[in-house]
Structures are given as structure tokens and as C-alpha cells.
């Protein structure tokens, strides 16, 4: 498998952190290089893992199985930023820990599939893990400027990060 095939795979598996990005980002939070980071760095232990384990995880876990993880942690991530929105709490950057956290790990889980798909395929298991979490993040990125360049004032945008996290959740349990 060529670089170029990796880097497609990349980034189509990190589309949805395009728009986790952009919620956030037309919310008025922008990431800061630590907290983008600690997002994209869930990617790299996830597909290093899928990659070495390809076999062995294909037989513990479906497909569908961490579709439908990865769906359920970014639906409580929404969730719980819905309740965060509704409380009025505001962390330091807008962001909490918990909610970095699960963010990070349901995207990972997410790209762990095409991890998965590309391990079976014989590619490099340590590159591979890399290249994904640098497109993760340039993406992440990329959607939270993009998201910030609007400024909405309006106060129902604020509900905005809550509907897309719990949308991506829903669709990623029916992929």
C-alpha cells in the first residue's frame, strides 16, 4: 500500500473531526496546540493497536461493534456538552478534560477501523498510526478555523457543538 492511498485513507477517516472542529470553533472555542494535541494524540495508540492486533481484534470486535462505540462516546460527548451548554459552566478555553477526552477516543475509534483495514493490507504499523494522527489533527484544525471565521452571535449557536457531536453518534451507529 503507497503513501498516497495511506493519506486518502487518512483523511477520509478523519472527516468527522472536520465538523467536531467546526462546532466547536463556530461556539467561539478555539483549540489551543495542547488541547489539539491531546485529541489527535488518541489516534496514535488506537491504530498502532488495531494495526498490530488486525486479526486478533477483528475477532474480538466487529466492524459494527467500534461503529457503535464510536458512535456512543461521541453521542455522551454531546450530551454532556449539551448539559454543560444548559448549566452555563464554563471551563478554562470552553472545553473540558472529560469532554477532550471522549471526543479524542471516539474519533480514534473511529479511525482505528481504516486502521484495521490497512493493517490487514500489510502496512506499516508504526508510520501508518503517525500519518493519521497528523491528518487528525490538520483537520481538527482546519474545522475549527474554518467554524471560527463565522461569528454568529445568535445564543442558540452555542447548542451547535451538542447537536453535531450527538448527529455524528447517531450516524456512526448506523454506518
Known amino acids: 500500500m503507497g503513501v498516497v492511498e495511506i493519506l486518502i485513507i487518512g483523511v477520509i477517516s478523519s472527516i468527522d473531526g472536520l465538523f467536531v472542529g467546526f462546532a466547536y470553533g463556530a461556539r467561539g472555542v478555539i483549540l489551543n496546540s495542547k488541547r489539539l494535541f491531546f485529541l489527535a494524540f488518541w489516534t496514535v495508540p488506537f491504530c498502532l493497536v488495531a494495526m498490530l492486533s488486525a486479526s486478533l481484534v477483528g475477532e474480538l470486535l466487529s466492524t459494527k461493534t467500534q461503529h457503535i462505540l464510536s458512535g456512543l462516546l461521541l ?13 452555563g459552566k ?60 463565522k461569528m454568529i452571535t445568535h445564543p442558540k449557536v452555542q447548542f451547535l457543538p451538542s447537536i453535531v457531536l450527538m448527529g455524528l453518534g447517531v450516524f456512526e451507529l448506523f454506518v
Open 90 to 149: 464554563e471551563q478554562e478555553g470552553g472545553i473540558s478534560f472529560r469532554e477532550i477526552t471522549l471526543i479524542g477516543v471516539g474519533l480514534a475509534l473511529d479511525g482505528s477501523v481504516a486502521a484495521f483495514s490497512v493493517g490487514l493490507l500489510g502496512a506499516n504499523p508504526i508510520a501508518v498510526p503517525i500519518i493519521f494522527g497528523i491528518i487528525n489533527a490538520l483537520i481538527l484544525l482546519a474545522g475549527n478555523r474554518i467554524g471560527s471565521f
Open 75 to 87: 453521542i455522551t460527548a454531546g450530551i454532556l456538552t449539551l448539559l454543560e451548554t444548559i448549566r
